[in-house]
């Protein structure tokens, strides 16, 4: 949700507090059920707003994965390198020789297998690696991030499609909105001006919030809470 909907979402919400503080509207059946359907469209907004800000966490939950992942993966690869390298194993040192850049380079999918085959070659060599730091213990860890950050890696995908769905619906449901307060409620709303005055003027100071594009105040009208409004 941008800040031109949530300032939007804010305005409804007033008129919603207004509505919500007293039940004189309910003596017109077709603005009670404009009501109905107003707090209907309110709670999906809210909903799908709560449904993108957790699709973008997902994201956070996989980059920071990668990292931890890599940086174990990076730590391992060197200690069997170092000990490869003094004990002239030349092979196992070409098999890890990874820098920390190169260990997280490509796709998912790239890394993981590379992740793994250094899981691999350590655990191969375990019995000669524990002068350098690495032991059963950080095996057993690094296969753990290894599976953690196969776990995440849909979920961003995921969230896109959902967050991007949710964007389009939420748009669709301010029109209706909009199109609800603007061509039935605040009509119908004027009956109540002689008879609920303050009712009335309640529902008329919540409506006349006005945001500029962009998200910042043009005008702010405080709400009047019915009780002081007679």
Not at 65 to 81: G, I, M, S, W
Request: hydrophobic residues 40%; glycine residues 4%.
């Amino acid at each position: 949700m941008n800040s031109t909907q949530s300032n939007k979402l804010n305005s409804h919400l007033a008129v919603q507090a207004v509505l919500n503080g007293t039940e004189v509207w309910q003596t017109l059946p077709a603005f009670a059920a404009g009501v109905e359907e107003l707090e209907e469209h309110i709670a999906s907004i809210q909903a799908l707003a709560q449904t993108q800000t957790s699709q973008s966490g997902a994201a956070a939950e996989k980059a920071q994965a990668f990292q931890v992942l890599v940086d174990a993966a990076f730590e391992t690869a060197a200690a069997t390198r170092a000990c490869a390298v003094a004990s002239s194993n030349r092979d196992l040192a070409r098999r890890v020789d990874y820098s920390r850049s190169n260990v997280g380079k490509g796709r998912d999918t790239e890394v993981v297998a590379r992740c793994q085959d250094i899981l691999a070659a350590a655990t191969e060599n375990l019995a000669s690696l524990a002068d350098y730091g690495i032991t059963q213990a950080k095996l057993t860890a690094l296969k753990k991030k290894i599976e953690g950050f196969q776990a995440v890696q849909p979920k961003p995908r995921q969230g896109r499609a959902h967050s991007s769905s949710a964007t389009k619906e939420i748009a669709k449901l301010f029109k209706q909105v909009d199109e609800l307060l603007n061509d039935r409620l605040d009509g119908l709303a004027f009956q109540f001006k002689d008879t609920q005055a303050a009712f009335y003027n309640a529902y008329t100071t919540a409506r006349s919030i006005v945001t500029a594009s962009g998200g910042r105040s043009a005008r702010s009208t405080a709400v009047t809470p019915i009780a002081k409004a007679a």
